[in-house]
């Protein structure tokens, strides 16, 4: 077999300890940029973190070392709506005779629901005696896909009009790569990203 131009994959020790393997993180804001508190606490009534995460199980004969930082993930978001809910509350307003008063109103819970789905693919993916075929800068993954459910309240408004589109956008992304072994001893990339969410209003209705 004529191997010129190919890339020839790394020799890897087939006794490497897959629980060793440094797991990586990395955070990013809404403007791309690297951040230190991607996740920031949020108020007790709302629920502004998103959460999904997969499991791939690398196949027997090959590894994926110290490289978890190779990692490409694709975030949908087009089944995820928000929803108006009455939410009853008290609030202090001015009376107009004197001092103030303590009055019950009723404003509006944003409950983002639906689903966000996942895909993920992690490498290099290496032979433990062997060779790829291809050529730069392509490589060999493992992938795994997820779908979580969402129905929570990021926010609360007022004023607001069903339906209540372009609603919100996400300010930060946490993704964490661990390497581990599954009861077989094979290899496994577990992959969890987390996404804060954050309420930006609601479009103005078309126009009829």
């Not at 993704?175 to 954050?198: A, M, N, P, W, Y």
């Amino acid at each position: 077999m004529n191997l010129e131009n190919l890339r020839i994959g790394e020799y890897v020790n087939d006794n490497v300890d897959f629980e060793k393997i440094p797991s990586v993180s990395f955070a990013i804001d809404k403007h791309g940029e690297i951040t230190k508190d991607p996740c920031p606490p949020t108020p007790d009534e709302c629920d502004n973190i998103i959460t999904l995460c997969c499991t791939t199980t690398v196949p027997d004969g090959f590894v994926i070392g110290d490289d978890l930082d190779k990692v490409c993930i694709a975030i949908d978001k087009s089944e995820l709506d928000c929803c108006l809910e009455p939410f009853e509350t008290t609030a202090e307003v001015d009376n107009p005779c004197n001092g103030k008063l303590i009055c019950p109103v009723t404003i509006q819970a944003v409950r983002l629901v639906g689903c966000a789905r996942m895909h993920v693919n992690v490498g290099d993916l290496m032979p433990v005696d062997g060779f790829i075929l291809y050529p730069e800068p392509q490589a060999c993954t493992v992938c795994c896909d997820t779908t979580t459910c969402v129905n929570q309240i990021i926010d609360f408004t007022c004023g607001q009009v069903t339906p209540c589109e372009g609603c919100f956008d996400f300010t930060g992304v946490f993704v964490e790569c661990k390497s581990g072994t599954d009861d077989c001893g094979r290899q496994t990339i577990t992959v969890q990203v987390t996404l804060v969410v954050e309420f930006i209003g609601c479009d103005p209705p078309s126009p009829c």
